[in-house]
Nanobody, 115 residues
Framework: VQLMESGGGSVQAGGSLRLSCVVS????????MGWFRQTPGKAREMVAM??????TYADSVKGRFAISKANANYTFYLQMNNLNPDDTAMYYC???????????WGQGTQVTVSS
């Protein structure tokens, strides 16, 4: 199973970015998909998860970020609006059968928000 993120970059505060994650080689009939982020010296934190039609968000991104998926395959997205410098991090996508046990991860895409 391989996951590939794209869409990271540098933006000013208040701007938007859309991250994409393409999943290949995944053969299960269902998946929990998630976005996580990490900054140096800190633990990786959950940003958003999508399991069937149920979404979960970190409190810090509620109302600003939205996770969604393409209809046809295991490609999913993270729309990030009203970004602020605290959102600066390496963002990782993950997928697996269950949301509490992600074994498949992408390599990460950097998001940098300047004030």
């Amino acid at each position: 199973v391989q996951l590939m993120e794209s869409g990271g970059g540098s933006v000013q505060a208040g701007g938007s970015l859309r991250l994409s994650c393409v999943v290949s080689g995944y053969t299960y009939s269902s998946a929990c998909m998630g976005w996580f982020r990490q900054t140096p010296g800190k633990a990786r934190e959950m940003v958003a998860m999508l399991d069937s039609d149920r979404t979960t968000y970190a409190d810090s991104v509620k109302g600003r970020f939205a996770i969604s998926k393409a209809n046809a395959n295991y490609t999913f997205y993270l729309q990030m609006n009203n970004l602020n410098p605290d959102d600066t991090a390496m963002y990782y996508c993950a997928a697996d059968l269950y949301c509490d046990d992600f074994n498949y991860w992408g390599q990460g895409t950097q998001v940098t928000v300047s004030s």
